[in-house]
């Protein structure tokens, strides 16, 4: 069986001019990065036009070490759809090095269902997280020049400050560090570390930003610390804004790539959804939506975690409304949340393949809650049997959910058409805007209640005494009436990875609540949240290689 990057060398790929001719883009209205790639100028959107178009959200089930697919179901639902005449592009998120290096490999899809050059694609790109690193960085070396000088002193606290600085790779050993340390030359002694670039507020700016005037306003409203005397310090208080949005004047242009079947595709933005909103950048969906009928795009983690703050923040912050949703269910994974081992799981076993529903069960039920028709997928691989197929789609008839199975990775486009067609269905028949979870005029325990209890199945909060600090501290600088972006492990339903399957009446600990003031949310931590993933025993870095022509082996 050819791997990925086999298959994607295998295929001849059009020069990017053919691609953006398909979108009615010229040449002189590109900006190339070589053959394959090239910047899309913000000028091309088109509100209006976008408002008219249809806009489907690919999410999953809880994720399982078995993987879900949902970047592979969304590149080859848009190539289906392409296949029945709907003129539609894929709008995903870049990946990050840490997970090509790390765990994962390459994130550009899987067999006939990725986006190319994926090589180029998982290797630094066009440059945009390198942008985002440096204007994150370029604030922290700010901050603590302010410290170490008299003039300009703004009197901040460095025990408030938490602002860390990135860098685009998993490294365990930066995760906490003390800075400053060399004698009076040497800056402010300060404890700080390094966060992964994918979780920096810069990167969860950039994709909720309209414009670039837009994206500096958020850069100034970053918060920093506070001061000796308590008073609260952001970025433009030290006049970052303007050199932070100048070193993200390209990193703002969302990029044009194309599906291993020739058609477009726009990638832009990266953060994650477990800290941050885990989808692509409003900037992109929007250029999406002016420049084809359709567009799908995926939501980060399952429906639980990336949708619902695709929802509630990113579509509520852009005036958008999904047509339609798509949840992703494998076999395998089901399996994984009906107890069945990570060993058996290619074993046929439909009774563990029927105890795992629940955990899918719920995911429709969340689906519901904001009124968009929902379809699932079965994203479907070689070990699947007949009898645990059928177990999903009886179980789905009688909830009287659509369900089709898609074998994206082996057939590409010519295996989502059936999919293609329920999807294209429900979203031309749906006209009316989704409905929030919940009002962001709230209060900041309401709305954590309402995600947990309604949307998690939790039975209670428990708010910890820094989180209740916290709460003070919000209100007093007039954040309250913010958006939440809960923080919380993707692997369950609760705040505890153990707990797969659905698990119910658990009670839902926050320790603190941060704010992400430029970003324009609240992060309510839950469990111990992971900003700087490690390297693995054997990472997936140990395999990579490239030879004297330029040709690079062990992507996957």
């Known amino acids: 069986m050819a791997s990925d990057i086999e298959i994607a060398r295998s295929i001849q790929l059009k020069d990017i001019g053919a691609i953006a001719a398909q979108l ?11 053959r394959y790639k090239a910047k899309l100028p913000l000028h091309l959107i088109d509100r209006e036009k976008a408002a008219k178009n249809k806009l489907i959200l690919v999410s999953a089930i809880s994720p399982t070490p078995a993987g879900e697919g949902k970047t592979t179901v969304s590149i080859g639902l848009a190539q289906g759809l392409n296949r029945i005449g709907k003129r539609t592009t894929a709008v995903l998120r870049e990946p990050s090095l840490g997970p090509v290096f790390g765990i994962k490999g390459g994130a550009t899809g899987g067999g006939y269902s990725q986006v190319l050059p994926m090589e180029d694609i998982n290797l630094h790109f066009t440059g945009d997280f390198a942008a985002i690193e440096k204007a994150h960085n370029l604030l922290a070396a700010l901050i603590d ?48 570390g390094f966060d992964i670039t994918a979780a920096s507020e810069i990167m969860a700016i950039l994709c909720l930003s309209d414009d670039l005037i837009d994206l500096k306003r958020r850069f100034g409203n970053i918060f ?165 197929i059928q177990v999903i789609q ?26 293609a067609s329920t999807v294209a269905a429900l979203a031309d028949g749906n006209t009316t805007p989704f409905t929030p979870l919940y009002d962001w005029e709230w209060s900041v325990e309401e709305k954590i209640r309402t995600i947990a209890t309604k949307y998690y199945g939790a039975g209670s909060v428990e708010f910890q005494a820094k989180a209740k600090t916290d709460l003070k501290r919000i209100s007093t600088l007039g ?24 698990p119910q ?31 693995p025993e054997v990472p997936a870095a140990n395999g990579i290689d490239i030879d004297d022509e330029g040709n690079i082996s062990g992507l996957f």
């Open 24 to 34: 009615g883009i010229g040449e002189d209205q590109i900006e190339r990065y070589g």
């Open 145 to 192: 020049n302010n410290l170490q000088n008299k003039k300009n002193n703004l009197g901040i606290d460095p025990r408030t400050v938490a602002w860390k600085r990135v860098m685009d790779m998993n490294d365990r050993a930066l995760r906490k560090l003390v800075i400053g340390l060399g004698g009076t030359t040497g800056g402010v002694p300060r404890e700080t």
């Open 224 to 388: 920093v610390g506070f001061t000796y005397d308590k008073q609260p310090v952001f970025a433009r208080d030290l006049h970052a804004p303007g050199a932070m949005a100048a070193l993200m004047k390209d990193a703002i242009k969302p990029n044009l790539v194309q599906t291993i079947e020739g058609q477009p595709a726009i990638l832009h933005g990266g953060p994650f959804a477990n800290i941050a909103q885990g989808t692509n950048s409003i900037i992109a969906t929007r250029m999406g939506l002016s420049l084809s009928d359709y567009v799908v795009t995926e939501a980060g983690f399952g429906f639980d975690l990336g949708a619902e703050k695709f929802l509630d923040i990113k579509c509520r912050t852009a005036g958008l409304s999904p047509n339609a949703i798509v949840i992703v269910a494998t076999i395998r994974a089901l399996k994984y949340h009906g107890g069945a081992g990570l060993k058996n799981l290619t074993e046929p076993n439909p009774d563990a393949v029927a105890k795992g529903l629940p955990n899918l069960e719920k995911h429709l039920e969340n689906a519901k809650l904001f009124n968009v028709p929902c379809v699932v997928a079965i994203n479907k691989f070689t070990s699947d049997s007949a009898e645990e």
């Open 394 to 419: 009886e179980r789905c008839a009688e909830l009287g959910v659509p369900v089709n199975v898609a074998d994206v990775w082996g057939q590409g486009g010519a295996g989502t058409t059936d999919l």
């Open 479 to 502: 954040m309250d009436k913010l958006p939440v972006c809960m923080a919380k492990t993707q692997k369950s339903l609760s705040d505890n990875p153990d707990l797969i399957g659905r």
């Open 505 to 535: 009446g658990f009670t839902l600990t926050v320790r603190e609540i941060e704010l992400a003031a430029g970003a324009g949310f609240l992060v309510p931590i839950t469990g111990e949240m992971m900003r700087m993933p490690g390297l």
